[in-house]
């Protein structure tokens, strides 16, 4: 029997508590905020009913997530001019190249229509944006997901939108192709007009077509070992093949949740990324399993061994990918 004396319970498992803690909280922002795509009003009756009878800390959490999702009012949004449906960006600020979707060739960014479509999550107005940045033009977007007339909307554009600049009509999939049709002939020539939808059929032909992917490796590679300077390029890049198949957004979130962990724990930022990578592969569906153990294998970073062991797969399985 060891001598050694055990720790006081309390004083051993305070670090792993908070931890807990602040990760059942996560959980929570989370599923409250999946719980608000649904638009329908007994949502946010229930949510608040939560926030009310809870707990403090669910409470909190939950009043701050719904006073994220209400939108607030269309016409106060601060540092735009709003005018029937039309908000109007003098300077438009975009931040780093988009992960996925950047036109290769510059000259399509200049004028004409361009759709980009995409799921939910995948970069389409991030896109919209850093083109309208590269122009250096003023931006102006309607989203057709509101309630104005298409007649109204389409004397606003004939009347606030001027030549040369770059066009933006948000949530195509709402209104359907007649309504776009509509708004692209009020349209001035010389403008940049970039139409936004999951749906390609919602769009009237365009000039240019842009599908927006989920990220490539690379792509991700650069993406984690930008956000985290001491991150070691060889994890760097199997946690970024164990991020293949996910969003722009998606991976957003993992990288926020990463460094919230890390703030409320000892633990370094790169190992609270490694935690919430893995966490997130780990529900993960079979295709992205083996996704992400194909571009584990063509990297050659880890064993056959290491990679059944790091994504399910058998070996037998992997030996095949290999031939």
Known sequence: MSSVSAAPRTVRSAPRGRRQVRLAADDLAEIVELALASPAPSTLAVLEKIADHDGDGASEVIARVLGRARPSPRTEVSGHAVRRG?????????????????PTDARIRERG??????????????LIRWMAQERS?????VDLACDDAVDRLAEGVRRDVAPGM??????AHTRGPSVVAALLAAVP???LTLIETTVAEAVP???????MECPSVDAIEELLRTEFAELDPREARILAALSLGQTPRTLAHGIERARRFAASTEVTEARALRTVTQGRFAGSPPGRRRTAAQALLRDGLLSQRAVSELTGISRDTLRRYVV
């Open 86 to 102: 039309i908000r109007i960006e003098r300077t438009v600020l975009a931040g780093n190249r988009p992960l996925t979707g950047t």
């Open 113 to 126: 229509t361009i759709a980009v479509v995409g799921a939910a999550g995948s970069g389409k107005s991030t």
């Open 137 to 141: 033009r003023p931006l102006a977007t």
């Open 166 to 171: 770059t066009m933006a009509l948000h949530n």
């Open 189 to 191: 020539r010389e403008c």
């Open 205 to 211: 032909r365009t000039d240019h077509l842009i599908t």
